[in-house]
């Protein structure tokens, strides 16, 4: 394994080093807005001129935002599983580079690309790759090492095995030595370390289940007030998890075992490995990969990944405070848009109930909304929800949901939407349950009426192998 991915680094860093200019286009999840801050920041450090794209998704659409022009395109944390895409786009493999972790799909055109998939490491992002890119450009960016941490954090790479292994937590190392990262061993892996109260903390995780504790902040309040420990500080305001002293995390996190025991339950998911910013300043997002990859997930669904990237390189003032805006406004937004479409009503078709939520909210939301809106309205017709796209006036963004009781009937989302997409040239997919497309502002209508006819087909068709 070491050196056929030695090579594929060396080549990507030529590449790069080699280019006039340089194009990112990226994704807008955590993982995609540090992949690339790590990579236009080693680019720029080059000397060479770098501009950035960020895409919800890589669908025909969306190729319109990635330029014609001499430059370098860089697709990283997409790109590998979409090549058919860059090559219907005209894009010759000189002018392309792919960094990503996902799937690749097979194309007549020899795309170079770097993606760990091909090394056997499942468990490291895109922004993992691109670190290992920019150390190879040059060996004193371990710097970014903390952004790739926050990277694979947000793609959920530490989650099943309660922190980073293999080639990702190698760079976790590079973080340390240089000085910007805390390694917490066997520390609560628990979201909210950083700025929450710890019974807030406690009482909002679930993983693994704690009687007394999980889904009940004022239980576990109760639970932690038994084991005689200062949960305030001077001021009277709440500690958060990370500031508490040693011996009193390790007191609250025995008791915390003796209850799991007690109830019959696993411990090995209780502790972690936490990934610890001292550079960032306490008690914010800023001070832990999985807050600060939250919080970059925020500037993403807020359709400002732009926001997020200026936080990654280093900008504390305005951008923060947006971002920080926009994380604590995700809860009451999308209760604001669950109470719009209760209030606004649904039009409804034969199989499909549907409503049109202009540019009121952020796209990247609106499904969590149609989810939680469809069980208060009539739960047996699946529920769509259309909205614009701030920044791209022409493309209506699709949510739809439904149930498991539609599922049993023959509905299948995912298959309704990417035909109906296609039909009207746009894309979509996802699953039975759940599924999205884009698809050109000027044909909702014949969209819409289109999902429509394939649900009354699909349901029709399992009335019919039923008998
Ligand atoms: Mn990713």
């Given at each position: ?26 994704h807008i999840d955590a993982?995609g807005i ?20 960020f895409l919800r998704q890589?669908e025909?659409?969306a ?91 947000g ?139 939250t919080l970059l997930n925020a500037c993403g669904r807020w359709a400002n990944p732009k926001v997020g ?14 971002a920080?805006?926009m994380l604590?406004n995700h809860r009451?937004v999308i209760?604001d848009l ?19 939520t202009g540019d009121h909210f952020p796209d990247t939301i609106v499904g969590i909304g149609a989810g939680m ?12 929800v259309l909205s614009a796209l701030v920044d791209e006036?022409?493309v209506t963004k699709v949510s739809m949901r ?28 996802g699953?039975?349950?759940a599924a999205g497309a884009f ?29």
């Amino acid at each position: 394994m070491e050196m056929p991915f030695k090579r594929d680094l060396r080549r990507a860093a030529d590449r790069i080093s080699e280019a006039d200019r340089v194009t990112i286009i990226s994704h807008i999840d955590a993982d995609g807005i540090s992949t690339e801050a790590i990579l236009a920041q080693a680019i720029a450090r080059e000397g060479i001129p770098v501009s950035s794209v960020f895409l919800r998704q890589l669908e025909p659409m969306a190729m319109r935002n990635v330029p014609r022009d001499d430059s370098l395109k860089l697709f990283a944390d997409l790109g590998a599983g979409q090549q058919g895409l860059l090559e219907e786009h005209g894009l010759s493999a000189e002018e392309v580079l792919i960094l990503d972790h996902h799937v690749s799909q097979p194309c007549g055109t020899a795309y170079p690309q770097v993606n760990c998939l091909d090394w056997g490491v499942t468990r490291m992002s895109a922004a993992g790759v691109a670190y290992m890119v920019a150390k190879t450009i040059d060996p004193d960016s371990i710097d970014l090492a903390k952004l790739a941490v926050v990277g694979n954090v947000g793609d959920m790479m530490a989650r099943e095995t309660c922190g980073l292994v293999g080639l990702a937590r190698e760079i976790v190392q590079d973080g340390v030595d240089y000085g910007n990262i805390i390694v917490r061993e066997r520390d609560l892996f628990c979201y909210g370390i950083s700025t929450r109260p710890v019974h807030v903390c406690l009482g909002y995780n679930d993983d693994p289940y704690i009687d007394g504790v999980s889904n009940n902040p004022n239980a576990a309040l109760r639970f932690l007030e038994k084991l005689n420990i200062e949960l305030k500080n001077r001021q009277g305001g709440w500690l958060v998890w990370e500031e508490l002293p040693f011996d009193d995390r390790r007191t609250i996190i025995s008791a915390l075992v003796q209850q799991l025991i007690a109830h019959g339950r696993e411990c090995d998911r209780l502790l972690g490995e936490t990934y610890i910013f001292p550079d960032e300043q306490e008690r914010t997002p800023l001070r832990n990969a999985s807050e600060y990859a939250t919080l970059l997930n925020a500037c993403g669904r807020w359709a400002n990944p732009k926001v997020g990237g200026r936080i990654c390189r280093g900008e504390r003032g305005v951008a923060y405070r947006e971002a920080e805006y926009m994380l604590a406004n995700h809860r009451s937004v999308i209760r604001d848009l669950l109470n719009y479409i209760l209030d606004t009503g649904v039009t409804e078709l034969s199989h499909l109930q549907y409503i049109h939520t202009g540019d009121h909210f952020p796209d990247t939301i609106v499904g969590i909304g149609a989810g939680m809106a469809l069980s208060k309205l009539d739960w047996r017709k699946p529920i769509m929800v259309l909205s614009a796209l701030v920044d791209e006036p022409d493309v209506t963004k699709v949510s739809m949901r439904t149930n498991q009781w539609a599922l049993a009937r023959g509905v299948d989302l995912q298959e309704a939407l990417a035909q109906a997409s296609e039909r009207v040239g746009g894309a979509g997919g996802g699953h039975r349950i759940a599924a999205g497309a884009f698809i050109p502002r000027d044909r909702e209508e014949e969209f819409i009426d289109s999902v429509n006819r394939i649900l009354r087909r699909q349901s029709a068709t399992a009335g019919k192998n039923d008998r």
